[in-house]
């Protein structure tokens, strides 16, 4: 079984490269939506022990709570990677044998029977990951018991988690584990892979006039 941790800026802050597509009104809750659609789908996993999310925004924080996360502050407060690596201490302090895994929190799309594949390839590891769908960034980083995740994510986190030494899980049918949301495109892209409630129900009602009506199309 796998603790997940996710990571989520305060949401003032989150997905900047969204602001063209669904202006900065909608951009956070956006942000939001992406979260909790990504725990929803993380907790109903058969491999899954549970959701740490590592997070300062107090709203985020009380809405991924009441959907079954466990919160933790950005204690470090010195950006992804020490969030991350924060998160996997922290759980580990009080199972020090369990199984971690970084996911992105971006990610509405996601298939918990995916998610389940993906963990199960990765349980024959010590390290593995999971790249985007761009085949440039990472969407999830697995440790197996005893072995530090080291993330290294942020930009082009693939090529870095491969020089690491963990093995890259080459799956097919896992797109919605790769479908990380940052451009107007990519929220595009998830919207034809079927989104989960939170962000379908704020695109359907909420996305701004004109050009960015298109975003739930195709």
């Given at each position: 079984?796998?603790?997940?941790?996710?990571?989520l800026?305060p949401?003032?802050?989150a997905?900047s490269?969204l602001?063209?597509?669904?202006?900065?009104?909608?951009?956070?809750?956006l942000?939001?939506?992406?979260?909790?659609?990504?725990?929803?789908?993380?907790?109903?996993?058969?491999?899954?022990?549970?959701?740490?999310v590592v997070?300062d925004?107090p709203?985020a924080?009380?809405e991924?709570?009441?959907?079954?996360?466990?919160?933790?502050p950005?204690?470090?407060?010195?950006?992804?990677?020490?969030?991350?690596?924060?998160?996997?201490?922290?759980?580990?302090?009080s199972?020090?044998?369990?199984s971690v895994a970084?996911?992105?929190?971006?990610?509405?799309a996601?298939?918990?029977?995916?998610?389940?594949?993906?963990l199960?390839?990765a349980a024959?590891f010590?390290r593995?990951?999971?790249a985007?769908?761009?085949?440039?960034?990472?969407?999830?980083l697995a440790?197996?018991p005893?072995?530090?995740?080291?993330p290294?994510f942020?930009?082009a986190?693939?090529?870095?988690?491969r020089?690491?030494?963990?093995y890259?899980?080459?799956?097919?049918g896992?797109?919605?584990?790769?479908?990380?949301?940052?451009?107007?495109?990519?929220?595009r892209a998830?919207?034809?892979?079927?989104?989960?409630?939170?962000t379908?129900r704020?695109?359907?009602?909420?996305c701004?006039p004109?050009p960015?009506?298109a975003?739930?199309?195709?």
């Amino acid at each position: 079984m796998w603790t997940l941790v996710v990571p989520l800026k305060p949401l003032s802050r989150a997905k900047s490269r969204l602001s063209d597509a669904a202006g900065d009104a909608l951009r956070p809750g956006l942000a939001l939506a992406f979260a909790k659609d990504t725990v929803v789908a993380a907790l109903a996993g058969r491999r899954v022990a549970g959701v740490t999310v590592v997070t300062d925004d107090p709203l985020a924080g009380r809405e991924l709570a009441a959907l079954g996360a466990r919160v933790l502050p950005d204690t470090p407060g010195r950006g992804l990677n020490a969030a991350l690596a924060h998160g996997a201490r922290t759980v580990r302090e009080s199972r020090p044998r369990a199984s971690v895994a970084a996911l992105n929190a971006d990610l509405p799309a996601l298939r918990t029977a995916d998610l389940d594949q993906v963990l199960e390839a990765a349980a024959g590891f010590p390290r593995a990951f999971l790249a985007d769908a761009a085949g440039v960034g990472t969407t999830l980083l697995a440790a197996a018991p005893g072995t530090d995740l080291a993330p290294a994510f942020g930009g082009a986190s693939r090529a870095r988690h491969r020089a690491s030494g963990a093995y890259e899980i080459e799956l097919p049918g896992v797109d919605s584990v790769r479908r990380d949301v940052d451009t107007g495109e990519d929220l595009r892209a998830a919207l034809a892979l079927g989104v989960g409630t939170h962000t379908a129900r704020l695109c359907g009602t909420a996305c701004p006039p004109g050009p960015r009506a298109a975003l739930p199309g195709t």
